[in-house]
Each structure stands twice: as structure tokens, then as C-alpha cells.
């Protein structure tokens, strides 16, 4: 199956990024989100990035004109999903807005529309569940920043067709993305390595072992890596991360997963990392 048309839902960061990886591939593209301003805030996202490789030469501005030509606001699901092949979910990371979502797409959406998750810890065979089309249900997990990182977690649910994963592999190569076939298991791969550390680096600072700045050069230096673990979980969002670790704890059982207090009291405190302009750091 050739994808052409895609609906992405939710047109923050991630959502923004997938729609724009999507229509520099050719590809046309519908956003939505809970409301226009919302989407309008993505599409202004998308602009300013496109903008941004214009003025490295990175792209011509009549190419920018042509991406952002094929990409298309939509106010409600209904009118979003007309003629859409694909559906991307790309919404906050919380187990019963997505079965709601998905329960409702399931109702819009013809039988052989396949629906990919960009859940970054959430199980693909239960949404595949509540979807009504668990053969036609996959993961597909971009990292962020979306356009400048080239792996994509392709998760199969227990139900996933053959005929689907082949589908949506080959949509991330034309994408310009390495894509990796996981299984649904807790957290797939990147986040199960990830965000223990990122919760164990905040362990150690909760117990004075170093400052956030000592910590994350250890990393860099220690473990050459290109960002810290504290400056990565502002870059994810520290409610993301305490959400990923707490679906961790819930599908595993294990408690080496609990999210550090710390973690919990700075998301209680609104200190969410970038996208509010302070959680470890201040930006």
C-alpha cells in the first residue's frame, strides 16, 4: 500500500515535526488538534523551522513555499480525516486520551485506514484494541527533534500485520528515516535505556552527588554523549518522562522504574524543561 495522504493529530512539537518531515517527503498532510489555534500554532512552528534552513541555504524558499502548500489545517477530526490513508497520533502521552482518540477515529475512519501511534512508552496491542483494527495498528515512534533525528521505532503490536509493518517501514525510508522493528514491550527500546538513566541522573542530584552541570558534563565527557541526561529530560518534558516511567512501573511491575521525588515535585512546580523555560535549566 502506497501512503500519499496523512492525518497527523496534535500539531505540538512532535505532531508539528512529523507533519513537516511528512510534506518535504511530497506527501500531503491534514493537522489537527483539540483546537484551531492549536494547529495554527503548528503550522507557524513549521514555518519558522522551514524558515530556518532557507536562511543556512539548506533549502530554497520556493521549496518552503511548496512544503508548507501541502500541508492543510483541518478544525475536527471529521473534516480531518477525508481521504486520509494514514493517521499518526501524536497527542499527550496519557493512556485514556489516546483509547478515547482512537474509539473515535475507529468510528470516522474507513476499514483500511491503518492508525500509528508516536506513544513513546504506551502499548500498541491495547490501543491497537481499542482502535477495532488491531491488524491495521503499529507504532511509530519519531524522536525528537523530528526533523533532525533520523531513527523511527517502528512497534508491532501482538495483532500488527505483516503487510502493515512492510508499509510503514517503507513510508519512514521515504521519510528520510532509519527505521527499527521492536516489539510492544514497555517503553520499546530508546526510552527503556533512556529514561532510567535520566531518572537515576536525577537520583544522583536529588542525593547532592554532583550539581545538574556536573552531572550531565560527566555524562558528555564520561560517556560521550552529546547532551546530558537533565538537559535531555527538559528537551522531552519532565511530565513526559515521569509519564514514561510511570507506564514503565505499571506494565513491568518493578519498582526500579519509580519515578524520582525530585521528578515528581519539579512537575508539581510547573518546572517542565523548555517548553515552559525552566526545568533543570533556565532557557
Known amino acids: 500500500m502506497l501512503i500519499s495522504r496523512i492525518l497527523v493529530v496534535g500539531a505540538g512539537q512532535m505532531g508539528a515535526g512529523i507533519a513537516q518531515v511528512a510534506a518535504q517527503a511530497g506527501m500531503a498532510v491534514t493537522l489537527t488538534d483539540i483546537s484551531v489555534d492549536y494547529v495554527r500554532r503548528g503550522l507557524d512552528r513549521i514555518s519558522k523551522a522551514l524558515s530556518r534552513l532557507v536562511d543556512k541555504g539548506r533549502l530554497a524558499a520556493e521549496q518552503k513555499d511548496s512544503i508548507l502548500s501541502r500541508i492543510a489545517a483541518a478544525p475536527d477530526l471529521e473534516t480531518a480525516a477525508r481521504g486520509a490513508d494514514l493517521v499518526i497520533e501524536a497527542i499527550v502521552e496519557d493512556p485514556a486520551a ?48 523530528v526533523p533532525v533525528m533520523q531513527l523511527v521505532e517502528v512497534v508491532r503490536g501482538l495483532e500488527t500485520s505483516d503487510s502493515v509493518c512492510d508499509t510503514i517501514v517503507e513510508l519512514a525510508r521515504r521519510m528520510g528515516k532509519e527505521p527499527v522493528v521492536v516489539s510492544d514491550s514497555a517503553a520499546f527500546v530508546v526510552n527503556r535505556i533512556a529514561i532510567p538513566m535520566i531518572n537515576e541522573a536525577a537520583f544522583a542530584l ?78
Request: one cysteine or more.
Open 98 to 145: 489516546k483509547s478515547e482518540l482512537w474509539s473515535r477515529l475507529a468510528d470516522i475512519c474507513p476499514p483500511d485506514v491503518i492508525f500509528a501511534s508516536n506513544t513513546s512508552s504506551i502499548s500498541i496491542t491495547s490501543m491497537g484494541r481499542d482502535s477495532r483494527r488491531a491488524d491495521r495498528f503499529i507504532g511509530m515512534h519519531f524522536m525528537n527533534p
Open 206 to 283: 536529588m542525593e547532592g552527588a554532583a550539581t545538574a552541570e556536573g552531572i550531565d558534563t560527566c555524562a558528555k565527557l564520561g560517556l560521550n554523549h552529546p547532551m546530558g541526561p537533565l538537559a535531555l529530560a527538559d528537551l522531552i518534558g519532565l511530565d513526559t518522562v515521569v509519564s514514561i516511567l510511570e507506564v514503565m512501573v505499571a506494565e513491568t511491575g518493578d519498582p526500579k522504574y519509580r519515578p524520582c521525588p525530585l521528578l515528581r515535585r519539579m512537575v508539581a512546580a510547573g518546572r517542565l524543561g523548555r517548553k515552559v523555560g525552566q526545568g533543570f535549566y533556565k532557557y
